[in-house]
T-cell receptor, first 116, second 115 residues
Framework: AQKITQTQPGMFVQEKEAVTLDCTYDTSDQSYGLFWYKQPSSGEMIFLIY??????QNATEGRYSLNFQKARKSANLVISASQLGDSAMYFCAMREGEAGGFKTIFGAGTRLFVKA | NAGVMQNPRHLVRRRGQEARLRCSPM?????VYWYRQLPEEGLKFMVYLQKENIIDESGMPKERFSAEFPKEGPSILRIQQVVRGDSAAYFC?????????????FGPGTRLLVL
């Protein structure tokens, strides 16, 4: 079974508008972390935002926010006021605790295109 | 505070040669993870190491691949007798020794091309 599912292979958004990238996860661990990474065409993995499984508030980092719905096991990324530089591949990831070996598991990614 | 460093950034090898990829974790981090990314795919876990110990190598191919993290020096991912299918981006990540579920910090990756 997929542990991280990103159902949108590609997304288009108009510059200055908001966009939501979907992510659902599957784990039986009580303690886990959820992350979003951005991978531009240059190839590096840029850490964007983190949500801990025990955090009650949704994480926010500047224009990024993580819509964490624990019961539904979803961790969608919301990017507000999109910019052309946001065009990139976005990966949702999860890090489980002891049972998962503390390694990070990645989804297949969503390619975001921001239109001028 | 320097980030995770990887070298070389790009590596070209002919089939049958050996590839050595190096990773220096962030200062104070004693846990290193290696991931492989095939074109248009997400990263896949390969191996988790602490100093002088392999903790989890469940993602490593059984043959030709090995990893180490010596007491001194960088972590090394070694691929012997490379084949075209080994062409990929190899990322190293590090995390502090608290064994928590916080963020791993990734290096810039090594792009391996096998001719």
């Amino acid at each position: 079974a997929q542990k991280i599912t990103q159902t949108q292979p590609g997304m288009f958004v108009q510059e200055k508008e908001a966009v939501t990238l979907d992510c659902t996860y599957d784990t039986s661990d009580q303690s886990y972390g959820l992350f979003w990474y951005k991978q531009p065409s240059s190839g590096e993995m840029i850490f964007l935002i983190y949500q801990g499984s025990y955090d009650e508030q949704n994480a926010t980092e500047g224009r990024y926010s993580l819509n964490f719905q624990k019961a539904r096991k979803s961790a969608n990324l919301v990017i507000s006021a999109s910019q052309l530089g946001d065009s990139a591949m976005y990966f949702c990831a999860m890090r489980e605790g002891e049972a998962g070996g503390f390694k990070t598991i990645f989804g297949a990614g969503t390619r975001l295109f921001v239109k001028a | 505070n320097a980030g995770v460093m990887q070298n070389p950034r790009h590596l070209v090898r002919r089939r049958g040669q050996e590839a050595r990829l190096r990773c220096s974790p962030m200062k104070g981090h004693s846990h290193v993870y290696w991931y492989r990314q095939l074109p248009e795919e997400g990263l896949k876990f390969m191996v988790y190491l602490q100093k002088e110990n392999i903790i989890d190598e469940s993602g490593m191919p059984k043959e030709r691949f090995s990893a180490e993290f010596p007491k001194e020096g960088p972590s090394i991912l070694r691929i012997q007798q490379v084949v075209r299918g080994d062409s990929a981006a190899y990322f190293c990540a590090s995390s502090p020794p608290d064994r928590g579920v916080g963020a791993q910090y990734f290096g810039p990756g090594t792009r391996l091309l096998v001719l």
